[in-house]
């Protein structure tokens, strides 16, 4: 982990940083075993508490968003649950799709209980490389765009599963020969899913926001891997 976050945005109110892949948001019964957290980590980097908007999946890198003040915790959490937040994800998938498309696709939490869940997608860019994994001689990649209209558990990464195009680096829902090979081979494990960017109605002033993050290290490189054949 980083010794330090790079700070994407910062006022009075709010901050947002781009958390790296492998790191959780904060302490749960789902990561009781992990040693760091996000929310401890920027709290000891900027001397202050910090209060965190929204859940970024412990896999997954880029903007994740905090409250500077206790009294907008709530209303910066309320963007997000009345969907006044704009989320915008890049993730390196297998194989090609369609340019564009929506999933309407019920997901189950993990209480049991189903609920809807919708992504809208669009394909930025296509790749195919000479991997030979048994039933071609190459394999291909689509870099996509990917517009979470729900905030489910799981949700992107589920739903490009239930498409039959997983997210590279994507365990339990992903392609294990793919996975496999891009650790192997690549020495790359890491999910390919990135948060791009944030846009939302600052919860003071009103003034629309737009947070965008770069992307990791890891995902750069499995990006150039896909782009090159390498």
Known sequence: MPES???LYRDEAIIAVNKPHGLAVHSSKIHRN???????LLRDQIGQKVYPAHRLDKKTSGVLLFSLQKELDGPTQMLFA????????????????KPEGEINYTLTNLK??????????KVLNQFEISIDLGLFPTS???????YPQ???????RKHMAHLMHPIIGDRPHGCNKQNKYW??????????????????????SNEVIRISAPYS?????GLEIVERGI
């Open 5 to 7: 976050f790079n700070i």
């Open 34 to 40: 992990d040693e760091q957290f996000a929310l401890q």
């Open 82 to 97: 009345n969907d006044q937040v704009k989320k915008t994800y890049h993730a390196i998938v297998r194989g090609y799709l």
């Open 112 to 121: 049991g209980k189903k609920q809807e869940a919708i992504t809208r997608y």
């Open 140 to 146: 291909r990649y689509s870099l996509v765009e990917l």
């Open 150 to 156: 729900t905030g489910r558990y799981h949700q992107l």
């Open 183 to 204: 650790k192997d081979v690549f020495k790359l494990d890491t999910m390919m899913l990135h948060a791009k960017s944030l846009e939302f109605p600052h919860p003071l």
């Open 217 to 221: 290290i890891d995902f750069q490189r």
